[in-house]
Every structure is written in C-alpha cells, then in structure tokens.
C-alpha cells in the first residue's frame, strides 16, 4: 500500500530552528507537496519538490531526497503565528496525491 | 471576493436531516475537489470534477451526492448521514487534474460538520 509518515506533533522555541520529516512509500513519484494548515483555517501551499535538492523560500526551505524516500520542511527564525499544521503529500504515478496526517508545530515563546 | 469560498462555516444536523454544502471558486480554474478531514488523519479524496464532469468517485457512500453545475461552483448535498460522517469537509481548485506535477491545489476554509 502507499503510505506518508509525519509526526503528529512538535514543540520548538520563538527564534529556533525546527525539521519537519516526512518519509514515503508510493506507487511512483511525480512530486511532492507542503502545505500549512492553520487552525480553523484552510491549507495553503507552500512548496512542491520534485528534483533532489533543497529549496529555499524565505524563512522556509524544503528538502527531497528520492532515493531515500524523504522530504523535510525547515522552518527558520520561528516565530509565533508559524504555529500550524504541516500536511506532506506525495503525487503518485498515476497523478493521484497521496497525503500524511500532518504534523501540529507548537511554537511556545 | 477571491479564492474558494466555502458555506456554511459550520452544520449541525440530525441523522434524517438533508442538507448542502456550498462551494465558489473565483480563480478561473477547471478542477473542483471536495475532501474529508478527520482528526489526526489523512485527508481523504471524495470527489473530482474536471470540466464540470466527475472524474473520480473514491467509494464514497451514496449518503453524499456531489452536484457541480458549472466550473465554479461545487456542491456536497448530504442526506441520512451517520455520526461518524462528523468531520471537516473541504473543497479544492486546481488549474487541471493530474498532468502536471506542480499542480497546486487552493483550499477553502472548510465546512466543520457535526451529525447528532
């Protein structure tokens, strides 16, 4: 079966540093997508990855290794309102997205 | 207004009641979406339209009918739901369907549901 693995939650420091990991499994691979969820809110995207390498936009970066099956999301210079929900999601051979439960980031001060 | 707007925010319904969800996009986009999202679980895919034509059913129960009358605008008409069926309930765009890779989807804010 396919699958997407994410913590359920995490907990970092205003001002520090914090790695998002998702790990994969799927039926091929066509890219792979972030997106953050504030509560109450909707998702919205932040990155997609499709080549190895990381992606820097901002405060925020995203890194795919396909051979290994993994991706992360690096938040930098944390701040309170990045407290959210951060949902992976795989597109698979047949276009299809494939979606981890979301991480929950606690930001505390 | 811009963007996917859903209603209502939130629905509170009984096991025989019928009732609908509303769903605008203001982006020009040909692809429409509804998902389930249920606590600490994966978003689940219900619907697609392409075009105003369903693409995908996932095996959703017959309870949820999805009308798309045009390209921008979705509807989840819900009818003899179960408790279970409690969940947030978002509609998506997207530019198309499959294809392309980087074929970002943009939410609504949902439509939390609570069947008694």
């Known amino acids: 079966g396919q699958n997407i693995d994410q913590p359920t939650e995490m907990t970092a420091t205003e001002g520090a540093i914090v790695q998002i990991n998702c790990t994969y499994q799927?039926?091929?691979?066509?890219?792979l997508f972030w997106y953050q969820q504030h509560a109450g809110e909707a998702p919205t995207f932040l990155s997609y990855n499709v080549l190895d390498g990381l992606e820097e936009k901002g405060r925020f970066s995203s890194f795919l290794s396909r051979s290994k099956g993994y991706s992360y999301l690096l938040l930098k210079e944390l701040q309170m309102k990045d407290s959210a929900s951060y949902l992976c999601?795989?597109?698979?051979?047949?276009?299809?997205?494939?979606w981890g439960a979301g991480t929950k980031l606690i930001i505390k001060p | 207004e811009t963007g996917v707007t859903q209603t209502p925010r939130h629905l509170v319904m009984g096991m025989t009641n019928k009732k609908s969800l509303k769903c605008e996009q203001h982006?020009?986009?040909?692809?429409m979406y509804w998902y389930k999202q249920s606590a600490k679980k994966p978003l689940e895919l219900m619907f697609v339209y392409s075009l105003e034509e369903r693409v995908e059913n996932n095996s959703v129960p017959s309870r949820f009918s999805p009308e798309c009358p045009n390209s921008s605008h979705l509807f989840l008409h819900l009818h003899t739901l179960q408790p279970e069926d409690s969940a947030l309930y978002l509609c998506?765009?997207?530019?198309?369907?499959?294809?392309?890779?980087?074929?970002?989807?943009?939410f609504g804010a949902g439509s939390r549901l609570t069947v008694l």
């Open positions: 982006l020009g986009h040909n692809a």
């Open positions: 998506a765009s997207s530019q198309e369907t499959g294809g392309s890779g980087a074929n970002v989807l943009t």
């Open positions: 799927t039926s091929g691979f066509n890219g």
């Open positions: 999601a795989v597109m698979d051979s047949n276009y299809q997205l494939i």
